[in-house]
């Protein structure tokens, strides 16, 4: 996704990860390219490296959101979306879908269906499109994921009465 945002001249691109390993390969891949992105190493369900009044107009969690198995952590994961995602913004969520993989990496995973994201999203979030994608890993097992796009949307104020 970096690589397409930077090629569409995109500016004030943010990666952030908890891997400063990945985030230097990325960051290799991109060579002269890599001056548009702001590297972010950190954990999002705690950040401490975000930068002060960090918001967005699109977030994409690319395989975060699965890994995330204690409720604590996807309740950070959540607070952050809402601190950090503008009204109006859209949030791009890419995890295994019910049929998808239990683990990864040695790692437990939490299966999702559009619904379920939906309703981890909350009401502040509308679902514009969801589809579900088998990807080949390197390894030639087949992942089934589901990507789901959402639109952030206004809050409503509470109406107040005068007497």
């Known amino acids: 996704m970096i690589d397409k945002l930077v090629e569409l001249e995109y500016s004030k691109i943010y990666s952030l990860d908890i891997s400063s390993t990945a985030q230097e390969k990325l960051k290799q891949r991109l060579a002269e390219k890599s001056p548009k992105v702001y590297w972010i190493v950190d954990d999002i369900t705690n950040p401490q490296n975000l930068p002060e009044n960090f918001i967005l107009d699109f977030w994409h969690d690319r395989t975060v959101l699965h890994f995330l198995t204690e409720e604590t952590a996807r309740v950070e994961y959540l607070q952050q979306i809402k601190k950090i995602v503008k009204i109006n913004g859209f949030v791009i969520i890419e995890v295994f879908s019910l049929e998808g993989a239990k683990k990864c990496s040695g790692l437990n995973a939490v299966n999702y269906s559009k619904e379920m994201l939906q309703t981890f999203l909350g009401n502040e979030f509308e679902i514009i499109t969801s589809f579900d994608h088998v990807f ?14 959402f639109k952030r949307k206004r809050r409503r104020n509470k109406s107040k009465s005068y007497v």
Not at 136 to 143: A, C, E, L, Q
């Open 136 to 149: 080949t890993n390197p390894n030639g097992d087949p992942r089934p994921y589901i990507y789901s796009l």
